[in-house]
């Protein structure tokens, strides 16, 4: 077997060594073989090596040939390390600029969602205007099965393999093997191994069970919904809420259905946002998701929200962490925040380039703010707009 996984990385390095500049499907297919036959292992994989598609050369068959192939990756029933390795390839091929590709990716990445591996988030924020075109009415399905926290027996016999796959495991159920037997004062060694046997089989069952039953649709997802027009979701939309606040839910998980909600006309979970969910925040490194993320002006695209978002934060004396050594006034990082918005901007009121000269930010942020107050019946905003966040 190691001279097998030898050869393969062989060809592999070799391939890379002449193909830096323009990669093609030989020199994919031999990377995922030998990586498959690498972690082709019953002992977990700490990390797994990523595979990059940059400069990549692929036509539509060989795209396919390589979905496939990954897709293979998943229904193997013995080797959880080629799960996660499922999933940070298909993470790598959804930064090809095809369309076509994405929407394969998209495809696969849903149907095995709810895998062991470490999901990559498909981020629903952003200016990219054929978000839409990656999602074909297969995956669009798929996403309320998602909402719906529909489970399949192959998506519990894959964490069942992935529990097995955890020292973890063998320690806590030994734990009670051993409480259980001196309990019982129980010296039979032939049925001292059946107590162990049926110990940890009931255990890793019971927690591959919790572990998938836990597993949700993520908040980005569910805020992509929305960006995807599906109004015949809103109903389970609205159960999903309810029953997060009933059943204590994460909070970002909650506020991701107000939101989507919220996006889909829904007048009181709009309200709620407008007056529980405007706080500009702590700042990066202390976020309890009740805050109002810049970014979600994009996805509103709501002039009330911009404007509440002043009144409410402007005023506030707190500092915002923006580095680990940085932060600014509250003031500052909310300009700072709404200024890409401002379709009508004076020439005069540009924000300084410059985040080292602070004076001039504050003088920046101060006359800002008085221009908006000043103008308030005539500002426009653009939610499309190419402005960046210096902070």
Same mark, same amino acid.
């Given at each position: 077997m190691k001279k097998i996984i030898l050869f393969f990385m062989c060809i592999v390095l070799s391939h890379n060594f =002449? *193909? %830096? %500049?323009?990669? !093609? +499907?030989? $020199?994919f297919d031999n990377w995922i073989d030998s990586l498959t036959l690498t972690l082709s292992v019953d002992t977990l994989a700490a990390n797994i090596s990523g595979v990059s598609f940059s400069n990549s050369i692929l036509n539509t068959q060989e795209k396919e040939e390589l979905i496939d192939k990954i897709r293979r990756l998943f229904e193997q029933e013995e080797y959880v390390n080629l799960y996660r390795l499922g999933h940070q390839i298909l993470s790598n091929m959804w930064f090809i600029r095809s369309n076509e590709t994405k929407q394969m990716v998209m495809e696969l990445y849903l149907q095995y969602y709810f895998y062991p591996g470490e999901l990559r988030m498909i981020s629903s =924020? #952003? =200016? !990219?205007?054929?978000? &839409? &075109? $990656? +999602?074909?009415k297969k995956s669009k399905q798929r996403l309320i099965e998602l909402l719906e926290n529909k489970k399949t027996e192959q998506e519990y016999n894959a964490w069942l393999n992935f529990e097995k796959s955890l020292r973890n495991n063998i320690l806590t159920s030994e734990y009670f093997t051993e409480k259980l037997i001196k309990e019982r004062k129980i010296q039979d060694d032939t049925l001292i191994q059946q107590i162990r046997d049926s110990i940890y089989t009931e255990f890793v069952r019971a927690k591959a069970k919790k572990t998938l039953e836990s597993l949700q649709i993520e908040p980005d997802l569910i805020r992509m919904i929305t960006l995807l027009d599906m109004k015949e979701s809103i109903s389970i939309l609205k159960q999903n809420l %309810?029953?997060?606040?009933e059943n204590g839910c994460q909070p970002i998980i909650i506020k991701a259905y107000r939101y989507a909600l919220a996006r889909f006309g829904d007048k009181e979970q709009r309200q709620y946002i407008l007056d &529980? @969910?405007?706080?500009? #925040?702590? *700042?990066? @490194?202390n976020r309890d998701y009740t805050y109002f993320d810049r970014r979600d002006f994009y996805y509103f695209q709501d002039d009330e929200m911009i404007w509440k978002y002043i009144e409410v934060n402007y005023p506030l004396e707190k500092m915002i962490g923006i580095l680990s050594t940085v932060s600014i006034p509250a003031s500052l990082k909310t300009m700072n925040d709404i200024y890409p918005y401002i379709k009508n901007l004076p020439e005069e009121l540009i924000q300084p380039s410059s985040s080292r000269d602070m004076d001039e930010q504050y003088k920046w942020e101060r006359s800002l703010y008085e221009w908006l107050m000043v103008n308030k019946d005539t500002v426009e905003f653009d939610y499309e707009g190419e402005k960046k966040w210096i902070w």
């Open positions: =002449y *193909g %830096q %500049q323009e990669r !093609d +499907f030989e $020199y =924020y #952003g =200016y !990219d205007k054929e978000r &839409n &075109n $990656y +999602f074909t %309810q029953s997060c606040i &529980n @969910l405007m706080d500009v #925040g702590s *700042g990066s @490194l």
